[in-house]
């Protein structure tokens, strides 16, 4: 059978490519025509994956990490002028830092250096994937730096998002995870308050505007960002539907599958697609909080390694009719 292999990263362990060539493998070996689609949901990974379907050039630049130290940035540039760009580079949460990581003073300063460099290097069109920033400054540092470097001149920006939180719930919902205790996060939201009065136009009602602590509001309210969802975006330059067209079986893939997973992530953008295909969840754990979302999977199998993931390409079956009602019976 022809399987669509459409796995996610396994953050910290696997790219999505590496978990993609990994189920590959092993449904080429129970005979299976496996065809390979590593996706993302507009954060970390995004580049990545949309570097071929792109056919993106790397461009090195000088950057600065979220508390302003010298650090290496990058961006994929296509020939017709797409500049992808994504944050967690440089503003991440997990992007090197020698001193103190501090939630207060991070900012997306180095965001916006890569931002104006793509300009400068001829973009048309510059798409942020904005998630896992280690930021809560509303945008206004990369705003800052593309002051700084000039402007972008006419260049539209995009700005890939997996959540709809609001520009000022921004801290209190994504502050805790960076770092930022009680005080901290009424600090960020006074801060988050006092730049969407300052604003050109005020990002508070917007839903998306929260994504990356604010950034992406920042751009939406300073460039006239578009904000799309990141998963649907990756999907559409990956030529995800017509791949569908042809596949008996979908393969998705993530770290943790939970009841995270069905709000804006990738996994939930390919089963609305795949609403007459079969789709098997391969993922390295499986949440409490899954509940009834189980019941949208053929099957759900844990795989947690190298070994595990060919083992489950291997096993890969389009499940029957009968199966198929059994396991919604079940979950």
């Not at 209190?172 to 604003?199: C, N, S, W, Y």
């Amino acid at each position: 059978m022809r399987v669509l292999i459409a796995p996610d990263s396994f953050k910290g362990t696997y790219t999505a490519a590496e978990v993609a060539d990994a189920i590959a493998a092993g449904a080429e070996s129970a005979g299976h025509e496996p065809v390979r689609m590593p996706v993302a949901d507009g954060g970390e990974g995004t580049l990545d994956v949309l570097t071929v379907p792109l056919g993106l050039e790397r461009i090195d630049v000088d950057a600065v990490n979220p508390w302003r130290a010298p650090c290496p940035g990058f961006f994929g540039l296509s020939s017709d002028g797409t500049a992808i760009v994504e944050l967690a580079t440089v503003s991440g949460i997990t992007t090197p830092h020698n001193g103190v990581r501090d939630a207060a003073t991070a900012d997306t300063y180095g965001t916006g250096m890569i931002m104006a460099a793509a300009a400068q290097r001829g973009a048309r069109q510059i798409v942020v994937a904005a998630g896992g920033s280690a930021t809560t400054d509303g945008g206004l540092g990369a705003i800052a730096a593309i002051d700084d470097a000039g402007g972008l001149g006419s260049v539209s920006v995009v700005v890939l998002t997996d959540v709809t939180t609001r520009y000022t719930d921004a801290a209190r919902v994504f502050g805790p995870q960076k770092g930022a205790d009680p005080a901290t996060v009424e600090l960020l939201t006074t801060r988050l308050t006092e730049a969407a009065a300052a604003l050109p136009r005020d990002p508070r009602e917007v839903d998306g505007t929260g994504a990356a602590g604010g950034f992406s509001g920042g751009m939406w309210a300073r460039f006239d960002a578009e904000l799309r969802p990141g998963a649907d975006y990756v999907l559409d330059v990956a030529g995800f539907d017509a791949a569908l067209a042809t596949a008996d079986l979908v393969v998705v893939g993530e770290g943790r599958l939970d009841g995270q997973s069905r709000a804006g992530k990738i996994v939930s953008a390919i089963l609305v697609r795949s609403a007459s295909v079969p789709v098997v969840a391969v993922v390295g754990s499986v949440g409490d909080d899954l509940g009834d979302y189980r019941s949208r999977f053929a099957d759900v199998l844990v795989a947690s390694d190298a070994e595990a993931l060919r083992a489950a390409g291997a096993g890969l079956a389009v499940p029957t009719p009968n199966r198929r009602a059994s396991r919604a019976s079940d979950a």
